[in-house]
């Protein structure tokens, strides 16, 4: 299986972007599903979460009400909806499953990540 991101590029502050993540190869449904991003530098943070069980979502801080999570099961692809964004954001993103439908425990399949750039 794969999951593959895609939608990063170069926005100025304040911008908006969409990132996409879609899987192919393994059974979606039954997962929840996280976007992380690691700047340069710095550890790797979570950014948001989409359950599976009932859709519940969950945000950093850093992102709430600025960033939303949504998935369209029948096309097996999670959106990251990033307005308002700041230089802070800028960073790769990536998207994983976790080991359950719950926005719980281990992540434990990635993609390769996509690239956000916000210049000031």
């Known amino acids: 299986g794969r999951l593959v991101e895609s939608g990063g590029g170069l926005v100025q502050a304040g911008g908006s972007l969409r990132l996409s993540c879609t899987a192919s190869?393994?059974?979606?449904?039954?997962?929840?599903i996280g976007w992380f991003r690691q700047a340069p530098g710095k550890e790797r943070e979570g950014v948001s979460c989409?359950?599976?069980?009932?859709?519940?979502?969950y945000y950093a801080d850093s992102v709430k009400g600025r960033f939303v999570i949504s998935r369209d099961n029948a096309k097996k692809t999670m959106y990251l909806k990033m307005n308002s964004l700041k230089p802070e954001d800028t960073a790769v993103y990536f998207c994983?499953?976790?080991?359950?439908?719950?926005?719980?425990?281990?992540?434990?399949?990635w993609g390769q990540g996509t690239q956000v750039t916000v210049s000031s």
């Open positions: 994983a499953t976790n080991q359950y439908s719950e926005c719980k425990g281990e992540y434990d399949f």
């Open positions: 190869g393994f059974t979606w449904d039954y997962f929840a």
């Open positions: 989409i359950a599976s069980s009932d859709g519940s979502t």
